[in-house]
């Protein structure tokens, strides 16, 4: 069974920077595509950004050229690093895993931007 776990969530002034973390186990990190997804409150779940197994990363337009993917595959971490955060950015933040027709989710991490 994999399980994944994420951290990093909290509130931040407008402009400024969190780093999102999300730790796996129970599988093969290395051979999932991972991925970071949120949902705002009245809103459906939207992608955020994904990057697979190889390396190669998506990012959502919302989000280009603020939020960066990346992952550690010997820690099984994969990480969203949010910069220049907007309000429009509050959401609870998840973690997403797939290898082949699996899916996974964490359980969220609030992410709040308001001064």
């Known amino acids: 069974q994999v399980q994944l776990v994420e951290s990093g969530g909290g509130l931040v002034d407008p402009g400024g920077s969190l780093r999102l973390s999300c730790v796996a186990s129970?599988?093969?990190?290395?051979?999932?595509?991972m991925g970071w997804y949120r949902q705002a409150p009245g809103k459906q779940r939207e992608l955020v950004a994904t990057?697979?197994?190889?390396?190669?990363?998506n990012i959502a337009n919302s989000v280009k050229g603020r939020f960066t993917i990346s992952r550690d595959n010997a820690k099984s971490t994969v990480y969203l690093q949010m910069d220049s955060l907007k309000p429009e950015d509050t959401a609870v933040y998840y973690c997403n895993g797939k290898y082949y027709t699996s899916t996974y989710w964490g359980k969220g991490t609030l992410v709040t931007v308001s001064s």
């Open positions: 990057i697979t197994s190889g390396g190669s990363t």
């Open positions: 129970g599988g093969i990190f290395s051979a999932y595509t």
